[in-house]
């Protein structure tokens, strides 16, 4: 297992810019937890007791919009605290997707005493690839796992064997709602938030997914 100084690696793209999946690669190269507030807020729509008012504040999900912050820390903040408990870092995938929500990671970070281990990183993509990608993406229905953009043609998961499904908001309308609401008009103010605090490191999103990999490795395993 490769080692870095850094608690936290918080990654910033658009939609379909290969979070989910570089994300699963540094988790693995480097032993960190991953945490996708995206899954998160899909595991608890598919939990039956959630409480109501939880339930509730989906509703954004469905239509491409955020969901309320409240949500999204009460999840996240237990999911990495459970990381740090069990001397893990974490790779925060999607879950810092305003200023205000990187202010109050900020200050959870301080209160764990890992405010100097955070990093942001950017994977950078247009939004026009975004809208492409987006527009073929597969997941495996089972295992989660996010089939390269290279995969049409394919009905079943590569890693477990199990039927492949499009997940609820990558139907068109709501793609092009996430588009204009999480594209790189607002992503920018964040990357400029971690770049101000001296914390971004960038990688061109737009090559293969090895390629961006390997941009990443290099980043992270000289420091
Ligand atoms: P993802 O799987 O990362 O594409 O996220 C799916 C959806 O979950 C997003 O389109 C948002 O509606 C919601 N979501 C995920 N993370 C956040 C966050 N940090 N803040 C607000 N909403 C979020």
């Known amino acids: 297992m490769k080692k870095n100084k850094f608690s936290v690696i918080v990654l910033i793209g658009v939609p379909g810019s290969g979070k989910g999946t570089q994300a699963a690669f540094i988790c693995d190269r480097y032993g960190y937890g991953h945490i996708s507030t995206g ?5 608890l729509e598919a939990t039956p007791a959630a409480p109501p008012d939880d339930l509730l504040m989906l509703a954004a999900m469905k239509e491409g919009k955020l969901v309320p912050d409240a949500l999204i820390y009460k ?19 999607g ?3 305003t200023v205000e929500q990187a202010e109050e990671y900020g200050k959870f970070f301080a209160e764990h005493g890992k405010e100097d281990q955070v990093i942001a990183l950017e ?3 247009s939004d026009e690839s975004s809208l492409a990608r987006l527009s073929k993406r597969k997941v495996c229905g089972t295992c989660k796992y996010i089939l390269p953009p290279d995969s049409a043609g394919r009905y079943e998961c590569p890693k477990c064997g199990n039927a492949l499904a499009t997940r609820a908001d990558d139907d068109p309308t709501v793609i092009k709602a996430r588009i204009e609401r999480q594209g790189n008009k607002s992503v920018a103010p964040i990357i400029e938030y971690y770049r101000s605090c001296g914390r971004l490191i960038s990688v061109d999103g737009e090559q293969s997914v090895d390629r961006v990999s390997e941009d990443i490795a290099s980043a992270l395993d000289v420091m």
């Not at 899954?39 to 595991?43: E, G, H, I, P």
């Not at 903040?77 to 459970?82: G, K, L, R, S, Y």
């Open 75 to 93: 999840l996240a903040f237990q999911a990495i605290e459970t990381f740090f408990r069990e001397g893990h870092g974490v790779v925060l995938d």
């Open 39 to 43: 899954d998160l807020l899909r595991a």
């Open 123 to 125: 994977i950078a993509i």
């Open 95 to 97: 879950a810092i997707r």
